[in-house]
């Protein structure tokens, strides 16, 4: 089972993240559950949404305690106590910055974690630069599947096909496309691969 | 057809193919969004014909529901926790009408204080109200159950409500086979009621009725519910023939042939429970785990049965009532009158707290082992309790408890860490 | 016929005259009356809520053909029509609770609708159930603007259970709630709903006031009501002679003198404007209504509060010059169907 937890503030379309991803994985046949911390929902409040990934059916309905990705979708929250919990098999931390290592302050995280296994990706300056919105979760959910190599970048589009249709859809794919070609080389070289195979239908 | 959705649209696209004509809505998290999915459908022709009121309160949904089988039509309507309570009045009158209503509880706890997240306190208020009571364990079986519902209702006049985990279920994304509309009308005839306003015919419903036949009224309630007995797993049986899953019944059993410890509950944590069983039974542990699926009826020879031979049970509730405890437990050590073993309750996912499958593994243990008291918690924040204990003794303007509490509380957490 | 008859000279009886027009007649009158509210009921002795519901149902069922159905709150007439194991009625009827029979017609209405049946609702229910406790439900029905006529039977206090003070018991009534003792015996002055206005403010497309005193127009409201689709509200007076203290004898004395104090004004109003009402012919002091009925002796005697009886006198004033109901110029009540 391949377990992530999304990070991000309402109004940043974590939870939609953490579905796509869910929807991405059905497509290509897997077993797939993907549902959101229930806090207060306000726009701006910290938010936390998870996905897991499977062979077989899912029966285990509690929140992911120990994810094997972290994908934080606003870099205020890397200090943050929930997001901190439970690192010690987590494999890849995603954060969409524009900051370096050193600017991000994030000294618990690389602690926890390791310096290697975090990847920095500017996704709001993506997603402000083609989709003129700041909803970065498309473009994070594609670096993540390039790096990780679950997700072909084609099933991910089926995927986000499902939930924007239109222009939306079309500068969404644009940006992730383009996040996509940023991280695609890193994924060998900057971390072990994770067990999970990519099965595609 | 195989699909990645919310539960809670699962639910609504399942509820249109089961035609309803009447469905009344009034909002209340986390159900939410199976009113609003159906809203849709009805509004754009999909689903027709069907009269979709939006009222203005619980009470209200039910009651014009109430008012609409009476004449004839199939109903449909859900509510959580607080809206489950606006209407108890309504439900009793349901079902001492006999009218085959069919509505869903995101199940959700009773404030207060206030507390959106899901546990059981609603639907196990309202447990004695006469309704038929099903728990589903996944989206999957909410979506079978309320099929099998709308056909359960019907055939015996009773009103049925289907009981799907707010938020754990109602807004999770999972893998759902949503029938076909041809599959559903094969299953599920047009509604013939037993009893009818109808001008050609005319009867009085709802007359006063004294102490010379009510009592017989009620046995004949009761009676239903015996019936539905023999009828829920009939119909579960037919819908495994034609849909091929098999989802509803009385109980299901996990692993309980050869089990010393069965671990009995209601709903979605029984996932969590077999994943911890699988474990369990990994480490040598014999312990096997009993899903109920009918809560009312309350299927005691089915359950006598399953727990028989196992030497202790613990029974997992996510309920906790006041000044006794455990529920579900008191039901099942019915059940097993004059077969003495342990039944022990354990109180977890008051107000939505996660149940955590670590700290489920860890209380099963120890509870196979018999170092469970006869009602414990899983995860309960002993200090702050204790701290509020204290307070209260100390002084008499203590305050709000819940405010208290979660200043308590607040104070515990981990301070951000500085840079 | 074509000549305009004075009813108010011959009394109620005579609108079922063989010599008028069968058009013009009562339902009443005919052999053909349903009787939708059996005899045999156990209401009390002079009951105008009885009286009420049976013209108002009958013409009713007069106007839709039969094709109608009934929900009743709970309360004195749904208590007394049906008593275990009898029920009087002889038209499709529901009860279910006590605040929700404004939502049940709702739902009645969905369904004659999603089937394709011409079945009009009509739901019923004393002020309790509709000034208190039903009147969210009442509200939300106007709001959806359903098809369904809504009969309130107002005597003014919770009678089937003892007479306790509703939302309509006007003021000075004493009862079990407002007991007639101390410096302000009876109910208080200030407070209480005017439902008919609150229908008003919905823009339903009918409302009405009527009263058992003029049993032919209440009968005329009815039917003027049913001719409608959408959400239609009638308020009838009706006195209860145990819960009022009168002699049930009395009871259409009574009404009428309601009427024609302008305690109880009779108007009709569409989509929330006043369309037309009903001038008091005869115009009497509060006090010759007042005095027939025990539950406003604190306002007589030796106790007795001048005062009182003078604000109680100005509420009336106020109908009457809000409605319009008191010129002499123009004859009243001429029934024209």
């Known amino acids: ?201 | 057809m195989l699909k990645q959705i919310e539960g809670s649209h699962a639910v609504a696209e399942t509820i249109a193919l089961c035609r309803p004509e009447v469905i009344s809505c009034y909002p209340i998290t986390p159900q939410t969004h199976i009113v609003e999915g159906l809203s849709a459908m009805v509004k754009s022709g999909k689903l027709a014909p069907c009269e979709y009121m939006t009222v203005e309160s619980e009470f209200a949904a039910l009651s014009a529901l109430i008012g609409a089988s009476a004449m004839g039509a199939r109903t449909y309507t859900a509510t959580s926790s607080q809206g489950l309570l606006f209407m108890a009045e309504a439900l009793w009158n349901a079902s001492g009408l006999g009218l085959p209503i069919v509505m869903t509880d995101g199940n959700r706890a009773i404030g207060g204080p206030i507390n959106i997240w899901n546990d059981h306190s609603d639907t196990m208020a309202m447990r004695d109200c006469g309704w038929i009571q099903l728990y589903a364990e996944s989206n999957q079986e909410a979506v079978d159950l309320h099929i099998q519902a709308f056909k359960l209702a019907e055939e015996i006049s009773m009103p049925v409500m289907v009981c799907v985990d707010g938020f754990i279920l109602t807004h999770a994304y999972e893998r759902v086979d949503i029938p076909t509309q041809q599959q559903v009308d094969d299953f599920l005839p047009a509604y013939e009621p037993r009893q009818l306003l109808d001008p050609d015919d005319p009867i009085s419903i709802g007359a006063m009725v004294g102490p010379e036949a009510y009592m017989e009224v009620r046995y004949l309630l009761h009676n239903r519910h015996l019936q539905a007995l023999d009828v829920i797993p009939r119909i579960s049986d037919e819908f495994e023939n034609k849909f091929g899953r098999k989802h509803g019944g009385l109980v299901r059993t996990y692993r309980t042939q050869d089990a010393d410890t069965i671990v009995v509950a209601l709903g979605s944590v029984n996932g969590t429970i077999q994943d911890s069983v699988d474990d369990l039974r990994d480490a040598g542990h014999k312990i096997g785990s009993m899903s109920i699926c009918s809560f009312r009826p309350f299927p005691l020879k089915a359950i006598r049965t399953a727990l028989q031979h196992a030497q202790r049970v613990i029974v997992v509730e996510k309920n906790l009532a006041p000044g006794l405890g455990g529920i579900l437990a008191s039901n099942i050590r019915m059940a097993l009158r004059g077969i003495a073993k342990p039944v022990t309750t354990v109180i977890c996912g008051l107000g939505g707290r996660a149940i955590m499958k670590k700290s489920m593994s860890e209380c099963l243990v120890k509870g196979h082992q018999d170092q469970l008291e006869d009602l414990s918690f899983i995860d309960m924040n002993w200090p702050a309790i204790e701290r509020e204990l204290e307070r209260e003794k100390t002084t008499r303007r203590s305050g709000p408890m819940a405010e208290n509490l979660m200043y308590a509380v607040s104070q515990d957490v981990m301070p951000e860490p500085v840079s | 016929m074509s000549e305009q008859i004075k009813f108010y000279q011959t009394g109620t009886f005579t609108v079922g005259n063989r010599l008028l027009d069968e058009a013009r007649r009562t339902v009443q009158s005919m052999v053909t009356r349903t009787n939708s509210l059996n005899s045999g009921h156990r209401a009390c002795q002079g009951c105008g809520e009885a009286l009420g519901a049976r013209y108002a149902v009958d013409a009713a069922v007069a106007v839709t053909n039969g094709q109608m159905a009934v929900v009743n709150a709970t309360g004195c007439l749904e208590v007394f029509s049906t008593p275990y194991p009898q029920s009087s009625w002889q038209v499709p009827w529901l009860h279910s609770l006590f605040g929700n029979a404004p939502a049940v017609a709702s739902g009645m209405a969905a369904a004659a609708k999603v089937k394709g049946k011409n079945i009009r609702i009509v739901a019923q229910g004393g002020d309790g159930a509709t000034v208190d406790i039903g009147f969210g439900c009442l509200s939300g029905m106007f709001e959806r603007n359903d098809d369904v006529l809504y009969i309130c039977y107002d005597n003014e206090a919770y009678m089937n259970t003892g007479v306790q003070r509703s939302g309509s018991t006007p003021a000075r009534a004493t009862t079990a709630t407002t007991q007639g003792v101390g410096p302000e015996p009876g109910n208080r002055f200030g407070i209480g709903k005017n439902v008919p206005r609150i229908a008003m403010a919905h823009g339903i497309p009918y409302v009405a006031t009527a009263s058992v005193a003029d049993l032919r127009d209440l009968e005329r409201k009815v039917v003027r009501a049913m001719s409608f689709h959408g959400a239609r509200y009638l308020h009838i007076h009706v006195p209860c002679p145990l819960g009022w203290g009168s002699d049930p004898a009395d009871t259409i004395r009574i009404a009428r003198l309601a009427v024609e104090c302008g305690l109880f004004p009779l108007f009709e109003a569409e989509s929330g404007k006043v369309t037309g009402r009903r001038k008091i012919r005869r115009r009497v002091p509060v006090d010759e209504y007042l005095k027939l009925q025990k539950r406003f002796a604190n306002l007589f005697g030796a106790k007795g509060d001048a005062v009182a009886l003078s604000r109680i006198q100005q509420t009336a004033d106020e109908n009457i010059a809000t409605y319009g109901l008191d010129d002499a110029e123009e004859l009243t009540g001429v029934l024209r169907i």
């Open chain 1, 1 to 201: 089972m391949y377990q992530v937890r999304f990070h991000g503030r309402g109004g940043q379309g974590v939870v939609t993240a953490a579905e796509l991803l869910s929807v991405a994985a059905f497509m290509d046949g897997k077993h797939a559950q993907a549902f959101p911390s229930f806090g207060s929902e306000r726009m701006g409040a910290p938010v936390a949404a998870f996905c897991r990934i499977h062979d077989q059916p899912i029966r285990i309905r509690e929140p992911v305690a120990t994810p094997d990705a972290l994908i934080v979708q606003d870099s205020s929250l890397v200090r943050n106590a929930d997001l901190l919990a439970g690192l010690d098999h987590t494999q890849l931390v995603l954060v969409n910055t524009r900051l370096t290592m050193d600017e991000l302050k994030a000294e618990h995280l690389k602690k926890q974690v390791g310096l290697q296994k975090i990847i920095l990706l500017p996704a709001t300056e993506i997603a402000l630069e083609i989709v003129k919105r700041n909803v970065p979760n498309v473009i994070m959910l594609s670096a993540f599947c390039a790096i990780t190599g679950l997700i072909s970048f084609e099933t991910l589009t089926k995927a986000v096909q499902t939930k924007f249709s239109g222009k939306i859809a079309e500068a969404n794919i644009l940006a992730a496309e383009k996040a996509w070609k940023l991280v695609e080389g890193l994924g060998a070289s900057r971390m072990e691969k994770p067990e999970w195979e990519v099965v595609h239908a």
